[in-house]
């Protein structure tokens, strides 16, 4: 599989320039999902590879993935479907129109599930391209992730610096005084920025023996591009999940390697140096937007425990079976009371493991237990690993999942193509060492 890398890496810089919207079924995804297009076809044409490389209860988690959204588009008679928990309001909308109910599969719009669908091939094509790569293929392909992200921090100052007009937000303004880079989101940009901290990491590790000097300066000006973006965001998420992923990357990545680094009185000085730095421009960048924001904020006081409430209701009424995946926006209000009325759409529950619950009941609940299983496994065979640079790459990709996971439970950063992508690369470094170039069929 020559051609892997490169087909890869064209598919992973689609993602990341055009994939920063929620999967609404617009021309960026659309583009996005063309992109993996290739190398789905030249995994299937390697299947035979591809499967002696994963091992099968990662098969089987993928499986089930793939046959949800499959299994909820199945058309079922009237009789079937109508006596499905939680479809009184589907039936109740067909008698009031005067229709007769017609066959529907378990989602109550295959529409929406359909799009959802084929925003599963991104992620899945890119988890098993980067497995099927050989180490110095993943190098470079995480060196391209890098390089795209000190691209969008330069477009993140040039939005902060034209303003809400500036022809460089490429989305929806829906955070129009902040950067967002390639994203429509501040939040899912902050997420975006901060994983970027545990890879730049790994690939430090990478060359340090290499570049020693010129590498630390490297990650020292990378980092300070980093923070500076984060504050560009005037998101909470970015100062709380940035601090935590730096204080991660430093215990388990950096730490080791910079003890090692000549002159270290001299690193503390240039640390201390660029603290200062940092400091100051972090004002200008937006700091103090930040720390106003968690001292007043109505939707995480509020109407976020409302909508959390109201997902909760909804879940159990479709349990177990699930509304369909993407149908959060069309059930959600038909659960909401004279009291939980909130003046803006909901479009997602804020909360996103309740709202796989709402969308795909038990099958969900069983596809996310999966991954925590096959992660702690990972992380438990990681322990005994002892080659300290695989050990390495892991704990990165470890870092990214989890704080992505984490992020998920007051926002919704893994519905975008892009992160969704980020977030099955890490979790292919977790799920096994790179294949070696040389075995690789040709």
């Known amino acids: 599989m020559r051609w892997t890398g490169i087909v890869c890496g064209a598919a992973i810089a689609a993602s990341l320039f055009f994939g920063g919207a929620t999967q609404k079924g617009v021309v960026s995804d659309s583009i996005v999902q063309f992109a993996w297009a290739p190398l789905v076809v030249l995994l299937v044409a390697h299947a035979r590879r591809v499967y002696a490389a994963v091992d099968r209860w990662t098969l089987a988690l993928i499986g089930l993935i793939v ?134 990491a790994v690939v430090y590790r990478q060359q340090r023996a290499k570049r020693g000097g010129l590498a630390l300066a490297a990650l020292s000006g990378f980092y300070l591009l980093v923070l500076l973006g984060l504050m560009t965001t005037g998101s909470r998420s970015a100062l709380a999940l940035g601090a935590l992923s730096w204080a991660l990357s430093y215990l388990f990545l950096l730490r080791d390697g910079l003890s090692l680094a000549r002159g270290r009185a001299r690193l503390y000085a240039l640390a201390i140096g660029a603290v200062l730095v940092v400091a100051a421009l972090a004002l200008a960048f937006g700091l103090d937007t930040i720390l106003a924001r968690f001292a007043s904020d109505e939707l995480i006081g509020g109407a976020r425990a409302m909508i959390a409430g109201v997902s909760a209701t909804a879940a159990w009424a479709f349990f177990p079976f699930g509304s369909g995946l993407g149908t959060f926006e069309r059930v959600f209000p038909l659960f909401q009371t004279a009291g939980t009325l909130l003046p803006a759409v909901v479009n997602h529950a804020h909360f996103d493991p309740l709202e796989i619950v709402i969308e795909t009941g038990l099958a969900g609940l069983l596809a996310m237990t999966g991954w925590m299983a096959l992660t702690a496994r990972a992380l438990k065979a990681n322990l005994s690993e002892p080659d300290a640079d695989t050990r390495a790459r892991r704990n990165a990709a470890f870092i990214v999942v989890a704080q992505l996971v984490v992020h998920s439970f007051w926002d919704y950063p893994l519905r975008t193509s892009a992160l969704s992508v980020v977030f099955a690369i890490a979790c292919a470094m977790l799920a096994s060492a790179p294949v070696r170039g040389a075995r690789q069929p040709r």
Request: proline letters at 10%; charged letters at 10%; a neutral charge.
């Open 67 to 200: 046959a949800i959204p499959i299994a909820q588009l199945i058309p079922l008679p009237p009789a079937v479907w109508s006596a499905l928990p939680g479809r009184g309001a589907v039936l109740e909308t067909y008698a009031s129109a005067q229709i007769a109910p017609p066959w529907l599969g378990v989602s109550i719009s295959p529409w929406a599930t359909e799009r959802v669908a084929f925003a599963l091939l991104p992620p899945i094509a890119a988890f098993f391209g980067f497995l099927m790569c050989d180490r110095r293929q993943r190098s470079n392909l995480l060196l391209l992730v890098l390089a795209i992200g000190a691209i969008s921090i330069a477009v993140d100052f040039l939005q902060v610096i034209e303003g809400p007009e500036s022809a460089l937000r490429f989305h929806a303004p829906t955070n129009p005084y902040f950067g967002v880079g390639f994203f429509a989101n501040k939040n899912h940009n902050a997420a975006f920025l901060y994983s970027l901290i545990p890879l730049a």
